[in-house]
């Protein structure tokens, strides 16, 4: 059996899916295997994938009702059957030696007390690493400690274990929501076990605009998945590796989202109900705010 999976859910990019398949193709090392997850796609996806199936390294294709990028991830953790686990979106791609880093790495270093570890993007357009390199001789940190303690200020790349990943999905969302950020799982993978880091680059990013990025219009999602956007608010008000400040900075984007959704029963939920009351006001202001924001 293969050390890796790499995942892609993709949805209406078979004319940027051409270059995650020949990145794979030249990696320098063929332990893994790609699995390809269509949410859908009307733009002869299949056909393309198929055809690619016919030579090289083993690729998996499952087709799916188009429901969203977590529920991508959803059935890529059911189905996947390798120790790691790596997302390549659609339009991004490895260099031709990250495969060999991965596989070697986990060997040096990983261990059943790691959720995985993290990697670097980088950006193609401006042709540096996304945040930077993390800081010399960290070796390992908690997830969420990454950013609140400003060790790194960008994208990374997760490489993680499958069979945790595996304990905390699927993730449940909400109908018509398609917008629930699937960090939802890796928050509570990685706020039980640290991660490792590696100063490596693992991935290649291509920033798309348009209506399908979920890196796109956060404004307009905040209104078209309000729940969603709740129900990850709660999670990270519970986070064990949290800080004071960003506790507030929840509590201010939960409130917003339950005016947002209509819910009435927004203070009972809270497990920080009188941080959550107290900051009622900031939290109606930013409400405010994203009404504003799709006033058109």
């Not at 979920?214 to 800080?243: C, D, P």
Request: include cysteine.
């Amino acid at each position: 059996m293969k050390t890796l999976t790499v995942f892609t859910p993709t949805y209406n990019r078979a004319h940027t899916l051409g270059r995650v398949y020949d990145s794979l193709c030249r990696q320098s090392c063929k332990d893994f295997e790609w699995m390809v997850i269509d949410d859908g796609s009307t733009d002869g996806t299949r056909a393309l994938v198929e055809s690619y199936q016919e030579t090289g390294f083993p690729i998996h294709y499952i087709y799916k009702e188009n429901g969203g990028l977590y529920t991508g991830y959803n059935t890529a953790y059911a189905n996947i059957q390798t120790e790691l686990c790596v997302c390549i979106d659609s339009d991004d791609y490895m260099p031709d030696d990250a495969v060999e880093k991965i596989v070697t790495f986990w060997q040096q270093k990983g261990s059943s007390k790691y959720a995985g570890f993290l990697g670097l993007d980088y950006n193609i357009a401006t042709k540096e690493l996304i945040g930077g390199r993390f800081p010399e001789g960290l070796e390992e940190v908690y997830f969420y400690d990454l950013h609140l303690k400003g060790l790194h200020g960008g994208d990374t790349k997760p490489v993680m274990r499958t069979e945790l990943m595996r304990e905390v999905a699927p993730q449940i969302g909400f109908p018509g929501e398609k917008n629930f950020n699937p960090v939802y799982m890796m928050l509570q993978v990685c706020d039980k076990y640290p991660i490792l880091l590696l100063n490596e680059n693992l991935c290649n990013v291509e920033y798309q605009i348009g209506a399908d990025s979920m890196s796109q219009g956060i404004w307009r999602q905040y209104v078209n998945s309000a729940r969603s956007f709740a129900k990850l608010r709660l999670l990270e008000m519970t986070l064990q590796h949290n800080t004071l400040k960003n506790k507030m900075r929840v509590c201010v984007h939960y409130i917003s989202s339950c005016l947002l959704s209509k819910d009435k029963d927004w203070l009972n939920k809270s497990p920080l109900k009188g941080m959550t009351l107290m900051l009622f006001p900031v939290g109606f202001a930013l409400y405010l705010m994203v009404l504003w924001k799709n006033r058109q």
